[in-house]
């Protein structure tokens, strides 16, 4: 049974627009959040986390938000890049013990 | 800095035929994990390994075992390959101290059966 779930499998975006990418989960005890970002023949690396004492984490371009109460979290990349099309996993964990991956969401960013 | 090494990056078996995928990282990182991505799935964790000497499982360990030679290499057996272990398999690792936050990733073995 998945835990994470992305049920967004793809998203297009023009250049300089907002990307907006969701996660839910449904384990309440999930207290820790990241994201990865796969390109083909490659690795995930990871890009950004938040824990569940904060509802919000920016780095540069990139921003998560966690809604603990509607069990939600989401990616923003503001403004979208052409190197920024590829696979986006959101993963979560109890005590950072053992993560949880969602299915990924593929992003293409139009030039 | 090679950081984490996969081979083989490809992998054809016929079903009943045996196997070892090797990973080795070059950053002193204590944790070393196999995971596999199939479609519609995301990625799941098959075995770690928190420490030299020391394996647990994670969600999808059967048909799988693991060695942690030492602090560098983990390797992945399949001792009968079957059909439904075609996947693309990550090896990973996160450094010393680390509250498992980054993950380091391979760059993948994709391993078909037939």
């Known amino acids: 049974d998945q835990q994470v779930k992305q049920n967004s499998p793809s998203l297009s975006v023009q250049e300089g627009r907002i990307s907006i990418l969701n996660c839910d989960y449904t384990?309440?005890?999930?207290?820790?959040f990241l994201w990865y970002k796969k390109y083909p023949a490659e690795g995930p690396t990871f890009l950004i986390s938040?824990?569940?004492?904060?509802d919000k984490n920016e780095d540069g371009r990139f921003t998560v938000f966690l809604n603990k109460s509607a069990k939600h979290l989401s990616l923003h990349i503001v403004p979208s890049q052409p190197g920024d099309s590829a696979v986006y996993f959101c993963?979560?964990?109890?005590?950072?013990?053992?993560?949880?991956f969602g299915t990924g969401t593929s992003l293409t960013v139009i030039p | 800095n090679a950081g984490v090494t996969q081979t083989p990056k490809f992998q054809v078996l016929k079903t009943g035929q045996s196997m070892t995928l090797q990973c080795a990282q070059d950053m002193n990182h204590n944790s070393m994990y196999w995971y596999r991505q199939d479609p519609g799935m995301g990625l799941r964790l098959i075995y770690y390994?928190?420490?030299?000497?020391?394996?647990d499982k994670g969600e999808v360990p059967n048909g799988y075992n693991v060695s942690r030679l030492n602090k560098r290499e983990f390797s992945l057996r399949l001792e009968s390959a079957a059909p439904s272990q075609t996947s693309v398999y990550f090896c990973?690792?996160?450094?010393?101290?680390?509250?498992?936050?980054?993950?380091?990733f391979g760059s993948g073995t994709q391993l078909s059966v037939l």
């Open positions: 990973a690792s996160t450094p010393p101290g680390s509250t498992n936050e980054k993950l380091f």
């Open positions: 938040i824990s569940s004492i904060k």
């Open positions: 390994s928190a420490s030299e000497g020391t394996t």
């Open positions: 993963a979560a964990s109890e005590s950072r013990n053992q993560f949880y």
């Open positions: 384990n309440s005890m999930f207290d820790y």
